[in-house]
């Protein structure tokens, strides 16, 4: 008699999705192939997008706003005018230790106008772009929250997001004057935004509570690796590639949104009931979690954490070449600034990696984030102590850590404090609301001070009260340990 061996057909399959709690709303994810799958195209998305803002705000934009500024404010018999040496000159002035000629004096006001225009210009760019994004987000929070699409709620607006978002960045690369440069970046910033809100809410809908923290923790280790990738690429290829790495990010973001659409695949929406829409609701809407004590006081930590930490960095590329002692050149801060990033590397990672899943072990996220506030307000001190390259080296060390601990965290601690698990595409739009804000202010905030004080040391100043206030927020929250 034959026997009959048992086929893995024959045996019931084990379901990796619990059912949704209401129609056309996501499942859970239990276990298995798919979870493994959702986690890696989401890490792999949060790393293209990161990698936008890494290479393109943090070396190409800066590089492209400066070289419009060098045609406008050195010209003719000026053309050829080594800015490096000037800037020299001008610290050498500074220290007392040399004395400018008549015609010195006249390139040293040309200087001076020059950092304060590249200062200003570049910090109305990024905030246009920010403060397009605060308008955007939560409004695509909500509109994701009632997205009907065989699909699921969120898909069409990470698909559509990326894609149009990056043709804005390609046509940042061919644009010629400030505006229209500001233009492009500032619908690239908001559209690509579009897409990272959705995606982030996906862990809200798809992660159950106890998982959250290591989901958390990869989405991290994605902003943080995806940061760090694009800006070391840019520094390192900006010499060969030049503004041609706009259109090599914007590719990397479309194919990175369309493979997770096509992989962690979510259930459709079609048959999803939505209450009948009415404009004064959706406007009222996005304070309901703001009128959470909670939520509020998480929100606004964010808030001043993010506008510290930007006060710091909206002008790294420039205080390379102006505030650190000796200045360097534009060539060498482009290839230096990435080093700087890469300096936070070791402790960045094990804080991210090891961060979420030990809040989620002792069910405790406001220790993590009050450390990680007083940390980063700690690593401001050291260049306002030093302004040379070394010092600022240790400084980002220290920062990385604290971001690292922070983040990871952070996102975990406002899942936590979500007044309506149902609306968490409006909720967590408007806690990213927070992020854009400090985003949008850090900017004016740094171009302010070197307009006003006609240098950087204030710049440090601001970034340590604000990140300190940050780690004062965080006591007042009561539901959460």
């Not at 053309?79 to 610290?91: E, F, G, S």
């Not at 102006?322 to 290839?335: I, K, M």
């Not at 080296?393 to 971001?403: D, E, N």
Request: glycine share 8%.
């Amino acid at each position: 008699m034959m026997s009959v061996r048992s086929t893995d057909a024959s045996k019931p399959k084990v379901s990796t999705l619990t059912e949704p709690i209401e129609v056309g709303t996501s499942g859970l994810y239990l276990r298995g192939k798919g979870f493994r799958g959702y986690l890696s195209v989401y890490t792999i998305a949060m790393i293209a997008f990161t990698a936008v803002w890494g290479s393109i705000m943090g070396i190409v934009l800066p590089n492209h706003v400066q070289l419009l500024e060098v045609a406008q404010f050195f010209t003719g018999a000026d053309a050829n005018v080594d800015i490096q040496q000037l800037t020299l000159l001008k610290q050498s002035i500074d220290a007392g230790t040399a004395t400018a000629t008549a015609d010195q004096e006249r390139l040293l006001g040309i200087l001076a106008d020059f950092d304060s225009s590249k200062a200003s210009a570049l910090a109305i760019i990024t905030t246009l772009g920010t403060i397009l994004t605060m308008l955007v987000q939560p409004i695509v929070g909500v509109l994701s929250d009632r997205t009907r699409s065989r699909f699921g709620r969120r898909a069409p607006w990470i698909l559509s997001g990326a894609v149009i978002g990056a043709a804005c960045l390609v046509l940042a690369r061919f644009s010629p004057t400030l505006a229209l440069l500001g233009l492009s970046m500032a619908l690239a910033q908001a559209i690509l935004n579009v897409a990272l809100g959705p995606l982030q809410a996906t862990v809200a809908d798809r992660v159950p509570e106890e998982r959250r923290g290591v989901a958390s923790s990869l989405g991290g280790f994605g902003n943080f690796f995806g940061g760090l990738l694009g800006g070391i690429l840019a520094g390192v290829l900006f010499a060969t590639l030049g503004l041609d790495i706009y259109v090599v990010v914007a590719l990397f973001a479309a194919l990175a949104a369309v493979l997770f659409v096509l992989v962690a695949k979510d259930r459709s929406s079609r048959d999803l009931t939505v209450a009948p829409f009415n404009w004064k609701s959706f406007f009222v809407g996005f304070t309901v979690a703001l009128r959470a004590a909670d939520f509020r006081w998480v929100w606004i930590a964010r808030l001043l954490l993010t506008f510290g930490y930007t006060v710091s960095t909206a002008l790294s590329l420039y205080l390379l070449q102006s505030y650190v002692r000796p200045a360097l050149s534009a060539a060498e801060a482009t290839q230096t600034a990435p080093l700087l990033i890469l300096a936070g590397v070791p402790t960045t990672l094990i804080a991210v990696l090891i961060s979420g899943k030990l809040s989620d072990k002792l069910g405790r996220r406001k220790p993590f984030v009050i450390a990680a506030s007083v940390l980063m307000a700690a690593s401001m001190l050291v260049p306002i102590i030093s302004p040379t390259l070394p010092a600022l080296f240790i400084q980002t060390a220290v920062a990385g850590l604290a971001f690292g601990i922070y983040l990871p965290v952070d996102q975990a601690l406002f899942i936590d404090v979500l007044p309506d698990q149902r609306s968490a595409g409006r909720d967590l739009g408007v806690a990213a609301l927070g992020s854009s804000l400090g985003q949008a202010l850090g900017p004016i905030l740094a171009s302010l001070v070197v307009v006003v004080t006609g240098n950087y040391l204030g710049i440090w100043v601001a970034a340590l009260v604000l990140v300190a206030f940050a780690a004062v927020a965080i006591f007042p929250v009561k539901g959460v340990r």
